[in-house]
């Protein structure tokens, strides 16, 4: 409610939930939410605010998300080719902590890795206080048991190896690295260990409540999925009023700079729109629906609608997706059931 800048029932709440496709349960003063595995953007407090002040018409249209370059940059190794080929980082400045934003970043994080990185398979997410790393960052490997740091809640140090032996971070995605020769390794430019992903940050980069300036990485094997994770986290973050900044990652050969937080264009025809859902809504009805649902409006040409969908909506992948935005937002409370 504090994201909304609205106070509301919890009947009012689930009920509105219910009709943006996410069932909600009362535990106390807290709701437990499902979230469908095609909308990794609402696994946040942040993110399904973000989605109701559109769908309540507190605050429509296309997000705002500014990004300005931090100056820090991931140098990759070829070494990491064969093995975890993938990172994408972004820098997050005038961070205040508080324990609710913490706990939702631990949960964020963890439903991240459930699902769109498939247990940390596919992507792991590393989050770090810039203020004890000094840039550049190198994303290389290691052997098993070529170096020892401090591993994330340890008072000793361990080598790699000793991590998937005695860690339980380590216990449990072990197996991820089983027979690998190397292991992915992140170091600054002063060879402090950041992570071994996708196990394990270090101790000495520790996020606390001081921590003014966040440093996020996800490493992976897909940089589709590195690039999605990142965007949802860094405007997640956004959310609570702090600054984004992108990161340029070196790769041999060429060079990205992450985050990617421009909108991505859409074409939505109203006929076909009005077809599948039932209706008889003019273009311009349905450009304000698809603001409420978050959408910017490019260009209106006869019957077609020119969308600028979020960066965060990793899920729109055919015109139908559009539609199935325009149904919820008009609202299926307000459809008029017939027989087929």
Avoid at 151 to 168: C, K, N, Q, V, Y
Avoid at 283 to 304: L, N, V
Wanted: net charge neutral.
């Amino acid at each position: 409610c504090k994201l909304l800048g609205r106070r509301l029932e919890q009947k009012r709440l689930c009920e509105r939930l219910g009709m943006l496709g996410v069932e909600a349960e009362v535990a106390g003063d807290e709701l437990k939410l499902e979230i469908t595995h095609n909308r990794p953007d609402l696994l946040s407090p942040e993110g399904m605010a973000r989605a109701l002040r559109g769908f309540l018409g507190i605050e429509v249209g296309l997000p705002d998300y500014k990004l300005s370059a931090s100056g820090v940059m991931v140098e990759v190794d070829r070494s990491v080719k064969p093995i975890r080929p993938c990172i994408a980082a972004g820098v997050v400045m005038n961070v205040k902590l508080t324990d609710e934003i913490v706990a939702s970043m631990m949960q964020v994080q963890e439903k991240l890795h459930a699902s769109l990185c498939r247990n940390r398979r596919r992507g792991s997410i590393g989050v770090y206080d810039l203020d004890t790393i000094k840039p550049p960052v190198r994303y290389t490997t290691t052997l098993p048991d070529a170096i020892r740091f401090v591993p994330l809640e340890f008072d000793r140090e361990l080598t790699p190896a000793e991590i998937l032996r005695e860690h339980p971070k380590g216990i449990e995605y072990g197996s991820i690295m089983r027979g690998w020769p190397r292991y992915p390794l992140l170091v600054d430019s002063q060879d402090v260990v950041l992570s071994v992903p996708p196990i394990i940050n270090s101790e000495s980069t520790r996020v606390t409540s001081k921590t003014r300036q966040l440093f996020i990485d996800i490493t992976g094997e897909d940089e589709r999925v590195a690039n999605q994770s990142l965007t949802i986290l860094m405007t997640g973050l956004a959310e609570r009023g702090f600054e984004l900044q992108s990161v340029a990652v070196e790769y041999p050969g060429r060079r990205v700079r992450t985050p990617d937080l421009r909108p991505r264009r859409h074409r939505l025809n109203a006929r076909k729109a009005n077809e599948f859902i039932g209706l008889n809504l003019k273009p311009k009805g349905i450009a304000k629906i698809a603001e409420r649902m978050r959408y910017g409006i490019a260009d209106i040409w006869g019957d077609t609608l020119t969308l600028l969908a979020p960066p965060y909506r990793s899920d729109l992948m055919h015109e139908v997706d559009l539609i199935e935005d325009i149904a919820i937002g008009y609202g299926y409370d307000q459809l008029e059931p017939t027989l087929p």
